[in-house]
């Protein structure tokens, strides 16, 4: 069969919405997709987890303590889930591993847009460092929801073996998440804490927002293509801010304003960047 056979039998089984499950069944632009995809979200849940280590030793009490640990837990388990899928795919995790430092982190006023700190394949937000409780809890609010509306197309995509695993994974987040929205609505309704968290919310809303990625890419279209997405990075952004405008209100903060980096007239974007 030649590439182009395999590509026209696949895309009329995704059509009928069958889900592959073996690399034996892939195209090769499937195959890359699917790994640069999967790395990134490997990479990240171990980039993430390394960022929260200090915060099991910093966090207030001992029970935070213990949820710091456990979601660190969780994320380390996340990437090796999702490693050990690439490892089916011919990746050398071990030497990946080796390769790049997860703990490597940008200075606090670094701003990166949408680009990237080093060559690993981590969603560049995991490059900030996390400085206070307020960043760790701001983390869960925003990154560990929006990852959740990012992989949200995995439960209904085509790889049956990464749609699977997913499940537990999006377990988890959501407890994150929980963990985060409760402390957002105690720092927020205090008034000691409440400007903190403010100029938090507003120093991480830009960084999150940058995740989705610009309206309409190429890239996007080939993963929808192979529904390894279902749909286009914009859609993904505005679902999570109908979602988190929630939590936000209910902690009596002021949702931010952000413009895109690629709408800004050239000079407000070059200060920007
Ligand atoms: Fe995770
Ligand atoms: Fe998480």
Redesign the pocket.
């Known amino acids: 069969m030649t590439e182009q056979e395999k590509e026209a039998r696949l895309l009329e089984r995704l059509e009928r919405g069958e889900l592959v499950e073996s690399p034996e069944e892939m195209t090769e632009e499937y195959r890359e997709n699917l790994i640069h995809l999967m790395l990134m979200q490997a990479d990240?849940?171990i980039a993430?987890a390394f960022g929260y280590v200090p915060w099991i030793m910093k966090a207030p009490t001992p029970a935070e303590m213990l949820a710091v640990a456990s979601i660190t837990r969780?994320?380390v388990r996340?990437?090796r889930v999702v490693y050990k899928l690439l490892e089916d795919l011919g990746v050398d995790v071990e030497s990946r591993i080796r390769q790049y430092d997860f703990t490597l982190r940008v200075g606090e006023n670094d701003y990166l847009g949408q680009a990237r700190a080093s060559d690993d394949q981590r969603v560049n937000i995991f490059y900030y460092p996390i400085e206070t409780w307020t960043d760790f809890i701001l983390f869960n609010v925003l990154m560990?929801r929006a990852?959740g509306h990012q992989l949200e197309d995995v439960l209904q995509g085509s790889y049956g073996p990464w749609r699977r695993v997913m499940q537990g994974?999006m377990k988890?987040?959501t407890m994150?998440i929980a963990h985060g929205d409760t402390w957002l609505k105690r720092l927020g309704r205090n008034p000691e804490t409440h400007d903190e968290l403010q100029a938090g919310l507003e120093k991480w809303w830009p960084r999150v927002m940058n995740v989705f990625g610009r309206p309409r890419t190429r890239r996007n279209a080939i993963y929808r293509k192979w529904r390894l997405k279902i749909r286009d990075n914009d859609e993904v952004r505005q679902a999570f801010v109908a979602d988190v405008a929630k939590p936000i209100a209910e902690a009596g903060l002021v949702m931010p304003t952000w413009t895109p980096d690629w709408e800004k007239v050239p000079e407000e974007a070059q200060a920007a960047g």
Do not use: R
Request: glycine share 16%; no cysteine; proline share 0%.
């Open positions: 990240s849940e993430g969780d994320e996340h990437g560990d990852a994974i988890e987040e994150h």
